[in-house]
């Protein structure tokens, strides 16, 4: 079960060593997320035209980020590989290289590591996630202060301009703001951040009527978004009008919440998900539907 909590990024604290060499380490987490409503709206070929709208949840699971300095002048790279390199330009891991170019952090006495509580190609942003919590420490290593709005953008920068990535913005936003939080994405690239109004009774019983699940599978987000990205920019014939209608969904979401109506939310749930299969083959799967049918059979009402 994942709480929907007010989690938010910077959750950050230093531990300041003395040894051989004096050492700061310095630890950052950002969570991961569950799209409440709008999903999809939020890339560029889509809102630049139409604008789009978002209500995601930071839940309390997180991607770590560890960075300390080396004994060696050396940089050290820990995450589902291992990097030793003399120059950032040498980096394999493509965010983790633009990342130190963005902030001009060079080492080379500089170790990072990155953990998850879950694993990537979930479907839970774990992308933006890693972006923003990287990009906490470095700033920290550099006593600079970054918003969450200029951390989001910032790796945003990193993901869609720089690496041009299929991505959209909604999942460093949600990383980097945190708690449930609606956004606007305008034609101009500007976002608008509305925290949801939800009380606290209302809060209570969403958490206790969620249920989060691991299948057993990953797939790859960037492959199922470039698919939507193309058809967008090629006004698909089905594509557009799916996202429309996904995004008065989101609007409607963010309705029944605020007045306490579980219900119809689960419904909807039920709704923008069915839509959203018929975005893209790989979004679901033989298994996964006999899943989702077999939870809809004991009572479960909508997935995400």
């Known amino acids: 079960m994942a709480c929907v909590k007010n989690h938010t990024s910077g959750v950050t604290w230093g531990i300041h060593a003395v040894g051989p ?7 950052t987490r950002s969570p991961l997320r569950i799209s409440l409503g709008g999903g999809g709206t939020d ?11 978002v ?18 002048p050396r940089l050290i790279l820990k995450y589902s590989k291992l990097e030793t390199t003399d120059s950032v330009d040498q980096i394999q891991h493509p965010i983790i290289r633009e990342a130190l170019k963005l902030t001009h952090v ?22 933006g996630s890693f972006t923003t919590a990287l990009l906490r420490p470095l700033h920290a290593f550099k006593r600079n202060y970054v918003a969450p709005r200029d951390l989001a953008e910032q790796a945003c920068h990193i993901e869609m301009d720089i690496l041009k990535e299929p991505v959209g913005k909604q999942d460093p936003y949600i990383a980097s703001f945190g708690g449930i939080t609606c956004f606007q994405f305008l034609s101009d690239g500007c976002v608008e951040v509305e925290p949801l109004r939800l009380d606290s009774q209302t809060m209570a019983n969403l ?15 960037s ?47 039920h709704e923008h998900w069915e839509h959203k299969k018929r975005r893209s ?24």
């Not at 058809?231 to 919440?257: I, Q, W």
């Not at 083959?281 to 995400?304: C, F, P, V, W």
């Open 21 to 27: 060499h004096e050492t700061d380490m310095i630890m």
């Open 43 to 53: 890339l560029p070929s889509y809102y630049r035209e139409y604008t789009g709208f």
């Open 55 to 72: 209500m995601a949840a930071a839940i309390d699971k997180y991607v770590y980020i560890t960075l300390h300095e080396a004994f060696t």
């Open 106 to 127: 060079t080492g080379p006495y500089l170790e990072i590591v990155s953990i998850a509580d879950i694993p990537a190609g979930t479907g839970l942003g774990s992308s």
């Open 207 to 221: 958490e206790d009527s969620l249920l989060l699940f691991f299948t057993g599978f990953a797939r790859s987000a």
């Open 223 to 269: 492959e199922i978004l470039k698919d939507q990205d193309t058809k967008t920019r090629c006004k698909n014939a089905d594509m557009t009008p799916n996202l429309h209608f996904v995004k008065e969904l989101g609007y409607a979401s963010k309705k029944a919440l605020e007045n306490g109506d579980l219900g119809q939310f689960a419904d909807l749930m």
């Open 281 to 304: 083959q790989g979004m679901s799967n033989a298994q996964i539907d006999a899943l989702y049918q077999l939870g809809r059979q004991n009572g479960a009402r909508g997935e995400n």
